[in-house]
């Protein structure tokens, strides 16, 4: 179960950091063509995608690290004596 968990969170994590920079671009190009504004407004919009999309990467990899490390910290019951091989 903490697999498909650690799964869902890669999914999280690829969508976190696609769709910033696709909205903030397709926001940008929107308002260029709308207002008749310039190109530096499309740029604009990147930079703040990929702005965004960075600070969203760290934490969402913060979180799966933690994720995965509590994951990793669950120990096997130790062996008893009649088990030994």
């Known amino acids: 179960m903490k697999l498909l968990s650690l799964l869902?969170?890669?999914?999280?994590?690829?969508?976190?950091?696609?769709?910033?920079?696709?909205?903030?671009?397709v926001l940008g190009a929107w308002l260029e063509n709308r207002f008749q504004l310039g190109t530096w407004v499309t740029v604009l919009g990147g930079?703040?995608?990929?702005?965004?999309?960075?600070?969203t990467a760290r934490s969402c990899l913060?979180?799966?690290?933690?994720?995965a490390g509590e994951a990793g910290s669950e120990k096997e019951p130790p062996v008893s004596f009649n088990e030994h091989n």
């Open 8 to 25: 869902l969170w890669v999914g999280q994590f690829g969508f976190s950091v696609v769709f910033p920079t696709v909205f903030f671009l």
């Open 47 to 55: 930079i703040l995608g990929l702005l965004t999309s960075i600070t």
């Open 62 to 67: 913060r979180a799966l690290r933690r994720a």
